[in-house]
């Protein structure tokens, strides 16, 4: 398997490359991942089941799309693929910094300059791509709020009634979601789509974001989940503020944005995240009737 990955990364680089060393790196719930370097050269590589091959496909095209906004510094994308029995994604590898108010600040900057760019004219993504590890549709869509009621809201909660869980009547959730955005101008732009501190970083050349789950969305999807899960310091939003500031109604709508990633997490790994699901959801009834 590491050679036939050593030979993908030297065809992919031109360049000569051989594995010498390997060392796994703890911290992903998804993958397995490793650093692997020969004398000059560091790599990172994501390892899964061979079928997963659709995930690494769909985790380099958001890499490639991210890259080419020329806003977001993200790792390399050098090759996906699979072995006999593995599928994998090979990225540069980065040597991570410590963070500070600056890089913050810059960071907040750098994602408003994104959000601000939205030629594209329909809600969603060329193909459909992954949450985590659950399926994510995109069917384009000129309506944002049937978009994301019915493509984020009303997708995850098919997902948990498949497997007997239940938070309430999908059809009532959906339309209280959709009335929820009414009369919220949107204008589709790129987002980062998975927008949470683990997948944010620090390197010399500045703030860098990995794992991406990207469509061309309301921006706020992305400022609303960065305050879901350890929110970002005061700082990133400063930079975002001052660069392209928020609407009125965002405090709000947020937390209709993130109950998507709250049954997600219901979805993934259950438990507790039904719990906060049902808390979340009679939060976003209260918000909605008045």
């Known amino acids: 398997m590491w050679q036939s990955i050593g030979q993908a990364i030297a065809l992919e680089t031109g360049q000569s490359f051989s594995i010498k060393d390997k060392k796994p790196i703890s911290g992903g719930d998804i993958n397995l991942a490793f650093k692997v370097n020969d004398e000059q050269h560091s790599y990172f590589i994501k390892l899964n089941d061979k079928r997963r091959l659709g995930h690494f496909e769909a985790e380099a095209y958001s890499l490639g799309q991210l890259k080419a906004s020329q806003s977001l510094l993200t790792p390399e994308c050098i090759a996906v693929g699979t072995t006999l029995d593995k599928s994998y994604i090979v990225l540069s590898h980065i040597d991570f910094c410590a963070d500070s108010p600056g890089l913050w600040y810059r ?12 030629g594209h004219g329909q809600f969603g993504w060329q193909d459909d791509n992954y949450i985590g590890s659950t399926l994510q549709p995109n069917d384009w869509q000129s309506n944002w ?21 239940y938070i309430g009547n999908i059809e009532h959730i959906i339309n209280m979601c959709h009335n929820g955005l009414a009369h919220h101008q949107v204008r589709p732009c790129l987002v980062h789509g998975d927008l949470w501190k683990g997948n944010v970083g620090f390197c010399a050349r500045g703030p860098l974001v990995f794992d991406p789950a990207c469509y061309y969305a309301d921006r706020e999807v992305d400022l609303a989940m960065t305050e879901l899960f350890g929110q970002f310091p005061d700082e990133f939003y400063r930079g975002y503020q001052a660069t392209y500031p928020l609407t009125d ?17 219901a979805n993934l790994f259950g438990g507790v995240y039904i719990d906060q699901a049902k808390a979340l959801l009679g939060r976003l009834f209260a918000l909605t009737v008045h």
């Open 107 to 118: 960071l907040g900057e750098q994602l408003a300059r994104m959000h601000k760019e939205s």
């Open 249 to 265: 109604g965002y405090e709000r709508r947020k937390h209709i944005y993130n109950f998507y990633h709250i049954i997600n997490h």
């Open 145 to 165: 709020r049937s978009f994301f009621s019915e493509q984020r809201i009303g997708w995850q909660l098919q997902l948990l009634s498949e497997r007997s869980i």
